[in-house]
């Protein structure tokens, strides 16, 4: 198993940014592929981007591309999420979620239920 602690959220002004970062701890970081997801007031939980196991392969969002970039750094068992030119739709928790991808170093996963553990969220708030 492992568990997965997001950071990094806060208040910030449109156009401004922020980094996620995703800690994990339990079992080795470098064999689960990545993502994150958001969920804002009476939506529903959406994709925003993942990452393989290896880091060699990444996706996102239409809504996000350009503005939000994913990485991860395997020695520190941690997942990051750079967003930049922040707008208020993009006011959300964000969650980050980790599925077993042992053999696949390239392969990522856009759908939330093709993910097995989910870290507790934080809040994304961005002013007008």
């Known amino acids: 198993q492992v568990q997965l602690v997001e950071s990094g959220g806060g208040l910030v002004q449109a156009g401004g940014s922020l980094r996620l970062s995703c800690a994990a701890s339990g079992r080795t970081f470098s064999r689960y592929a990545m993502g994150w997801f958001r969920q804002a007031p009476g939506k529903e939980r959406e994709f925003v981007a993942a990452?393989?196991?290896?880091?060699?392969?990444?996706s996102s969002a239409n809504s996000v591309k350009g503005r939000f970039t994913i990485s991860r750094d395997n020695a520190k068992s941690t997942m990051y999420l750079q967003m930049n030119s922040l707008k208020p739709e993009d006011t959300a928790v964000y969650y980050c979620?980790?599925?077993?991808?042992?053999?696949?170093?390239?392969?990522?996963?856009?759908?939330?239920?093709?993910?097995?553990?989910w870290g507790q969220g934080t809040q994304v708030t961005v002013s007008s």
């Open positions: 990452i393989s196991t290896s880091g060699g392969a990444t």
């Open positions: 979620a980790a599925r077993d991808s042992y053999y696949s170093s390239l392969t990522y996963y856009v759908r939330s239920n093709e993910y097995s553990y």
